[in-house]
């Protein structure tokens, strides 16, 4: 078992920044693939970035490209998600998910381990 725990969202005026983290425990996460998902009211969750752990391969949706980092830190079994530029249209729920294995897959059913999320609401 893993278990994920987010931090780090809050409310930010449009343009801003925010770190988020999720700390694993449970087992070592080297054998997994740490993404981040977001969830809008009334939207299906979806794909936002993903950090293979063992060797720190990074792969992002094409709507943050460029405005978000995914990032770890193997010490504390923590990954992080920088997130800059921030939009009213980036309103949502961000979540940490675990998926066992080497392939980094961007569907949220092929995630095997979810923390509570973390709310990041932007005003204009």
């Known amino acids: 078992q893993v278990q994920l725990v987010e931090s780090g969202g809050g409310l930010v005026q449009a343009g801003g920044s925010l770190r988020l983290s999720c700390a694993g425990s449970?087992?070592?996460?080297?054998?997994?693939?740490l993404g981040w998902f977001r969830q809008a009211p009334g939207k299906e969750r979806e794909f936002a970035a993903a950090?293979?752990?063992?060797?720190?391969?990074?792969y992002y949706a094409d709507s943050v490209k460029g405005r978000f980092t995914i990032s770890r830190d193997n010490a504390k079994n923590t990954v992080y998600l920088q997130v800059n530029s921030l939009e009213p249209e980036d309103t949502a729920v961000y979540y940490c998910a675990a998926q066992r294995g080497w392939r980094v897959r961007t569907q949220a059913y092929e995630y095997d381990y979810w923390g509570q999320g973390t709310q990041v609401t932007v005003s204009s």
């Open positions: 449970g087992r070592t996460l080297d054998s997994y693939v």
């Open positions: 950090i293979r752990w063992s060797g720190g391969t990074t």
